[in-house]
């Protein structure tokens, strides 16, 4: 089974400076790992996957993760943010070897942007 | 990308009746659908898979004859709430997948807040 752990629930920050938000994961089988976005009163929407290869992986509106094995971390991060990027950020899990879609995700990550 | 569409994106019933919500792939067929519960400030909860042409599998703790699923189609998969209650208020949202494998991207419905009176 797969779990996935959100270190904080709320991160307030300035517009323009940087920020890091948190994801520990926990899996006794290799894991695909994804950071979606929601806004309010929406679906999600997929920011960047892992899947293999490069351990960096660059999403859309400018926004990276790292994949760390060792530390069993997927953080996410963005070097300058805007206001529009005040929304819930859900990192999550799907099993490799599955053949199939079941994600397992975090509790979420209220990132709120200010002025 | 891929469009999946929710509606109604709000409902709000009395106690004791039906609601049921709809899940429509536009651009791409699904032949699996994914079904969540999201409460208030906190993450999504898998209720269910939606198989076209066959049963849904349900989570454990999902109440099958509460929560009906049906997958008619390759485009549209249904979610009714039966005989619902205040409890049952809540935000609903589906997922389809498009992509090879397990590999491929999730995409996601606006989702249907349901509020029961």
């Known amino acids: 089974a797969q779990s996935v752990t959100q270190l904080d629930s709320q991160v307030p920050v300035f517009e323009e400076a940087p920020v890091e938000l948190r994801c520990n994961y926990s899996?006794?089988?290799?894991?695909?790992l994804f950071w979606y976005v929601q806004y309010p009163n929406q679906g999600l929407q997929l920011l960047l996957k892992?899947?293999?290869?490069?351990?960096l992986v660059k999403g859309i509106n400018g926004f990276e993760a790292e994949f760390n094995k060792s530390q069993t971390s997927f953080h996410l991060r963005k070097p300058s943010v805007h206001i529009s990027d005040t929304a819930e950020y859900f990192c999550?899990?799907?099993?490799?070897?599955?053949?199939?879609?079941?994600?397992?995700f975090g509790a979420g990550t209220r990132l709120f942007v200010k002025a | 990308g891929a469009v999946v569409s929710q509606h109604p994106s709000r409902v709000i019933c009395k106690s004791g009746t039906s609601v049921k919500i709809e899940c429509r792939s536009l651009?791409?067929?699904?032949?699996?659908m994914f079904w969540y519960r999201q409460f208030p400030k906190q993450s999504l909860m898998l209720m269910a898979t939606?198989?076209?042409?066959?049963?849904?599998?349900?989570e454990q703790g999902v109440e099958k004859d509460k929560f009906l699923i049906n997958h008619a189609s390759l485009t549209l998969s249904t979610l009714t709430v039966t005989s619902a209650h205040p409890e049952d208020s809540s935000f609903y949202i589906c997922?389809?997948?498009?992509?090879?494998?397990?590999?491929?991207?999730?995409?996601f419905g606006e989702g249907s807040r349901l509020t029961v009176l």
């Open positions: 997922s389809a997948p498009l992509g090879g494998g397990n590999t491929g991207e999730l995409f």
């Open positions: 899996s006794s089988v290799s894991v695909y």
């Open positions: 892992y899947l293999s290869g490069s351990t």
């Open positions: 999550a899990v799907r099993a490799t070897n599955t053949g199939g879609f079941k994600t397992i």
């Open positions: 651009d791409f067929q699904a032949t699996t």
């Open positions: 939606s198989n076209e042409g066959s049963k849904a599998t349900y």
